[in-house]
């Protein structure tokens, strides 16, 4: 491995969204030995990239940040999302977040109250978000992800067959859910924003509820916000009013219940 795979590695470590981890758990999960992650660690604090706390542990340094934030298309989607997010946050009371595709990964572009952080990679199939990107995606994906299904929690739905009724759901126009999967006590639902012209979503927006109930009853605010979205990142066609608030695109949308 070069010298600039290793140190990427060791950034890598922190990809599960962990916030501040011990210098041997860095070295474990960067595959390296300890005294070759002490000196890229050490580079890696004197330009910014990683900082070292109190106790002795590292976290992700502010120049990461800064330079993440100049990546062209998630921060025009967090930016053009941002307002929705609010508006979702407060008619809800949950969490909420917008995702995006990044690989075999959720990405979390943007989140209001949700405990992952932006930036975080999350799974796809025990998220609300993945299982709709895996219902929509291509089938190299699905073969991918199925092939190697981790139980996350003892509610995570590690059956293929299972799934793919639910990607047969999901792609009929059901919203997409996940009870507990990969948080105890979080019930996920998530519907799409935009498409490809492949079909594949340009992002996705959800809302953590504490149970099913509470879930359905935030899902017909979250399709409208979601089509209030998708029209805003849609270049407006001629006699379309752009100017067509959040809010108000939101009583035009029917609700659509998780399964």
Excluded at 53 to 82: F, H, I, K, N
Excluded at 216 to 241: C, E, F, I, K, N
């Amino acid at each position: 491995m070069s010298a600039v795979g290793r140190a990427l590695s060791v950034l890598d470590a922190f990809a599960d969204g962990a916030t501040c981890l011990r210098l041997t758990t860095i070295a474990e999960r960067a595959g390296l030995p300890l005294p070759t992650t002490l000196r890229l660690v050490r580079e890696l604090v004197a330009w910014g990239g990683l900082e070292r706390q109190a106790d002795g542990s590292y976290r992700l340094g502010t120049r990461l940040w800064v330079l993440g934030g100049q990546v062209p298309c998630q921060r025009r989607l967090a930016e053009a999302g941002r307002p929705y997010l609010r508006e979702l946050r407060t008619a809800t009371g949950r969490a909420v977040a917008l995702t995006a595709l990044d690989g075999d990964r959720l990405l979390v572009v943007d989140e209001l109250g949700a405990a992952v952080p932006r930036g975080s990679y999350l799974p796809l199939h025990a998220t609300a978000a993945g299982k709709l990107f895996l219902a929509h995606g291509p089938d190299a994906l699905r073969q991918q992800v199925l092939r190697d299904l981790v139980r996350v929690t003892p509610y995570t739905i590690t059956a293929p067959g299972l799934l793919h009724r639910q990607f047969t759901e999901i792609r009929g126009g059901s919203p997409a859910i996940a009870t507990e999967e990969r948080c105890l006590g979080e019930v996920e639902v998530a519907v799409p924003v935009g498409a490809t012209g492949d079909g594949v979503p340009v992002a996705a927006l959800s809302v953590t509820a504490p149970s099913v109930p509470a879930a359905r009853r935030a899902t017909p605010v979250l399709a409208a916000t979601a089509s209030a979205l998708t029209a805003r990142l849609t270049p407006p066609s001629s006699g379309q009013d752009s100017s067509t608030s959040p809010a108000s695109r939101n009583r035009r949308v029917p609700e659509r219940r998780p399964r």
